[in-house]
């Protein structure tokens, strides 16, 4: 069983999305604030977070900033209409995805069971000596689900690790934003945008110069590449 953890102060919504859940068999944990997200992520094992913008005490960008400091676990964003500044924030410090209320409880269960899928494929897949790429002072080492940058270990999200693993598995291939997505998240492209925003994480972690980037490249008005 996959164990979520539901942070939302609004109670009823809270239940609501526990009934979704438990019929589909997911273990379900509830917080009303941010602290108290915090707490049950350090005394339980959870496999994603669904993380509401605005709560008391500690708000989900704040708590998100923390969950990152120690874990990749995923994490969805719950947003109102309003709030596109928010989403884009949520995603710059390392959330995973977002949806916005009011939402249709089968599009949430599609995006939990795909961000969980992605999480524990990207923790017991299996790869062999082949699965070592090197373009650079880039190695991406699939066995170990490790990037190092000149030789230094950098630490990626499951989701950035698997758009670099895309880009530099081949190699001067230019990719759309909708190929990324759909290729990466396995379902369609919900929300596109978001790559734009991962890709920006990973050349901050891989470039010296993210403002120019010498590996992860932008062809204009087609996509991406990993420059090899």
């Known amino acids: 069983m996959y164990?979520?953890?539901v942070a939302e102060d609004e109670r009823e919504i809270a239940a609501a999305i526990e009934v979704y859940l438990k019929n589909q068999n997911?273990?379900?944990?509830?917080a009303y604030n941010g602290e108290e997200a915090l707490e049950i992520l350090k005394k339980?094992?959870?496999?994603?977070?669904?993380?509401?913008?605005?709560?008391p005490k500690m708000d989900g960008i704040e708590a998100v900033m923390k969950i990152r400091e120690t874990s990749n676990v995923p994490i969805i964003f719950l947003t109102a209409k309003s709030e596109d500044v928010d989403k884009i924030l949520g995603l710059n410090i390392g959330a995973d995805d977002y949806i916005t209320k009011p939402f249709n409880p089968l599009e949430l269960l599609a995006r939990i069971n795909s961000n969980i899928r992605r999480y524990t494929s990207y923790s017991t897949t299996p790869a062999t000596n082949d699965d070592v790429i090197q373009i650079g002072g880039i190695q991406l080492d699939d066995l170990k689900k490790q990037v190092t940058v000149d030789g230094k270990p950098i630490k990626l999200t499951p989701l950035e690790y698997k758009i670099l693993h895309l880009l530099m598995n081949n190699?001067?291939?230019?990719?759309?934003?909708?190929e990324i997505y759909e290729k990466v998240w396995q379902e369609p492209a919900y929300n596109p945008d978001t790559v734009t925003v991962h890709i920006r994480r990973i050349r901050e972690k891989i470039e010296i110069n993210p403002k120019e980037p010498k590996y992860l490249k932008v062809v204009w008005g087609i996509g991406y590449k990993f420059e090899g």
């Open 3 to 5: 164990n979520v953890l």
């Open 26 to 30: 997911y273990g379900v944990f509830k």
């Open 44 to 55: 339980h094992e959870i496999h994603l977070v669904l993380m509401d913008i605005m709560m």
């Open 171 to 178: 190699p001067n291939r230019v990719f759309s934003i909708e």
